[in-house]
């Protein structure tokens, strides 16, 4: 630990210090976030404020670590317009020292869902799980169909007349046990 995260560690016993200081290092995070993400993108403040309803100022005023009026509505759209999630977290004013100490730019960028590690396992080994686990039988026709990722899919089922659409970057939501037993 060095000697600036003991010396926040111990300013930071003080309530009203940690509370200024917590609330102004979150402002400085999410707008400096949101830059170093947009310039990962290669977007300019213009074509952001575009994607998310809003003029290059608005952009602009995001971005400004002074800004302090945050609503979750707009940082949603942030987050669908860089392709990533929006993560909001109580935290113990404990772990800031660190939080501060790790505030830089690579620490700051994040992978588009398109190229997110994690999600790059192929569908089968987890179609094998649920037919597995499951004690209905499965449509693995239906299983492939779904996880065919940006292509719309129609799946329906039999006369019950259930049917699902799928498009990438839906809202839609649909019940997956529906969709795939029989």
């Known amino acids: 630990m060095s000697d600036f995260e003991r010396t926040l560690k111990w300013e930071l016993r003080d ?3 940690s509370e200024g200081y917590a ?13 170093v993400i947009r310039e990962q993108r ?6 952001l404020g ?9 952009v602009s005023r995001y971005e400004n670590v002074n800004y302090s009026s945050w ?3 707009t940082l949603i759209r942030l987050a669908r317009a860089f392709h990533v999630r929006l993560k909001v977290s109580f935290e113990p004013f404990g772990s800031l020292p660190e939080e501060v100490a790790r505030f830089n730019r690579k620490n700051l960028e994040r992978v588009k869902r398109e190229d997110d590690p994690g999600l790059m396992e192929e569908p089968e080994p987890l179609l094998e799980a649920i037919v597995e686990a499951h004690p209905q039988p499965v449509d693995t026709a239906k299983w492939k169909a779904l996880t065919q990722g940006g292509q719309k899919r129609e799946i329906s089922e ?9 498009e990438e970057g839906s809202s839609q939501q649909f019940n997956l046990e529906e969709a795939l037993c029989r």
């Open 158 to 166: 039999g006369n019950s007349g259930v049917q699902s659409q799928i």
């Open 15 to 17: 309530g009203e210090y």
């Open 42 to 47: 290669e977007m300019t403040q213009a074509e």
């Open 71 to 73: 609503s979750i509505k």
């Open 50 to 58: 575009e994607r998310i309803g809003t003029t290059q100022a608005g």
């Open 23 to 35: 609330e102004s290092f979150l402002n400085s995070y999410i707008a400096t976030q949101i830059k």
